[in-house]
């Protein structure tokens, strides 16, 4: 399976190899989303829509979306368009918490903000579609962007922040090196599931 790998890449970028090496010790599995420092400056010198180029063929062809959560991920707005494109491509979602793996100096930060509180969606049943919406001090619908056909149980809801749907975890003190594979199976069983029905 491949996966997406959304984070901060300052200062988390240690961490975030540990969890992706992990990943990839997994037959079959790919990951995408890294680049280095210069792609992402070139692409933030030419414009808003380089940099969403980016993402969108990054995520091309992927079916899971990790979001690796330090201390100011959710505050990371390319952090934000990841996780709602991920979204609207059907992705599952899993959220990781970082700060608890020691750095390569042996030390360890309290756990950021989980950025899947600042994202997520409204039901238009008027106009049958779904817009995605983001929370920067009250919520915002992102541009044009919608969704025809979410892959969520949203039979009982007007709307909801992506952490009500797809769970998050740490690193540490959940056993992620053990139980992993566990998240990603749960995570994509719940956009499976909703697929099928769809």
């Not at 997406?4 to 010790?25: A, T």
């Not at 959710?74 to 059907?90: C, D, I």
């Not at 990781?96 to 020691?102: G, K, R, V």
Request: charged share 20%; aromatic share 12%; net charge negative.
């Amino acid at each position: 399976m491949r996966a997406y790998f959304c984070f901060h890449y300052q200062p988390d970028i240690w961490r975030v190899n540990q969890i992706r090496s992990h990943w990839l010790s997994f037959p079959g599995s790919e990951a995408a989303g890294f680049w280095d420092p210069d792609t992402w400056e070139e692409r933030a010198e030419n414009g808003d829509a380089a940099t969403m180029a980016l993402i969108d063929t990054g995520l091309n062809h992927t079916q899971l979306t990790f979001v690796l959560i330090g201390t100011n991920t959710f505050k990371r707005r390319w952090v934000r368009y990841e996780l709602l494109q991920s979204l609207a491509r059907g992705n599952a979602i899993v959220g990781i918490h970082i700060n608890s793996l020691p750095d390569i100096k042996g030390n360890t930060l309290p756990l950021g903000e989980n950025p899947l509180d600042y994202v997520g969606f409204y039901v238009d049943r008027q106009n049958f579609r779904v817009d995605l919406h983001e929370w920067a001090n009250e919520w915002k619908r992102c541009g044009e962007t919608a969704i025809e056909n979410l892959t969520l149980p949203i039979e009982n809801t007007d709307g909801a922040r992506l952490s009500h749907f797809f769970k998050t975890y740490d690193w540490v003190n959940d056993n992620g090196t053990q139980n992993m594979s566990t998240w990603v199976d749960e995570a994509v069983s719940l956009v499976s599931r909703e697929s099928q029905n769809s």
